[in-house]
């Protein structure tokens, strides 16, 4: 099946139309934010491929150096400083003008948040990094006082209530999604009309699978993307131009 281009005026025509919108978000859309992603060709992991241990469990909690490297890249993370770009502004906008439904982000960045897009639309996935949790108890708290124990000379902080491993409230491979997290989502999705896959490789199931629910529904599939998909093949419009240009011009013309 042939990919067909990116019509801006065709998409926002579907948009106004829609009854149902859910969009689906990954690492590409905070990049223009200097976020940088995890499997582009200037991608974390695939530029340091060891990296990737620190977001696996298994490592995480067998290795108190992986541990600590964890908590020392916490301390230099981008994501502290970074602000949102037009993309995400643009998606909150759209919630003014188009029956935006369900916001799926697999980011961890809190971005959406900050752009101002309704909480109670919003679905993280994959966790946030504003919040610590313990893998032993029920323990959860901010990330600021954790991160001022790390600066204090604590290489791997443990749980004060349990003695515990801590970690970022993010979802790391190897470990299970929040299950009403992913229900919501895959209702969300079975229910569109048109679904937005924005800057998301579609690889990492089950999230990937999110743009299917939609087209078995025979929704409209809208994907955007640095790099093809998978999906490609099967989507109504696909488009490779940055999402901070992007976006904002589709959401302009709703």
Known sequence: MDTPDLDLDEVATWLRGAERIVVLTGAGISTESGIPDFRGPQGLWTKNPGAEKTATLQHYVEDDEVRAQAWRNRLTSGMWD??????????????????????VTQNVDGLHHAAGSAPERIVEIHGNVREVKCLSCPWRGPMGPTLERVRAGEADPRCERCGGILKSATISFGENLVAADLDRAQQAAAGADVFLALGTSLTVYPVAALPEFALANRARLVIVNAQATPLDGHAHAVGRGPLGTVLPDLVARV
């Open 82 to 103: 970074a602000e949102p770009n037009d993309a995400h502004r643009a998606l909150a906008d759209l919630e003014g003008r188009a029956s935006l439904h369900t916001l």
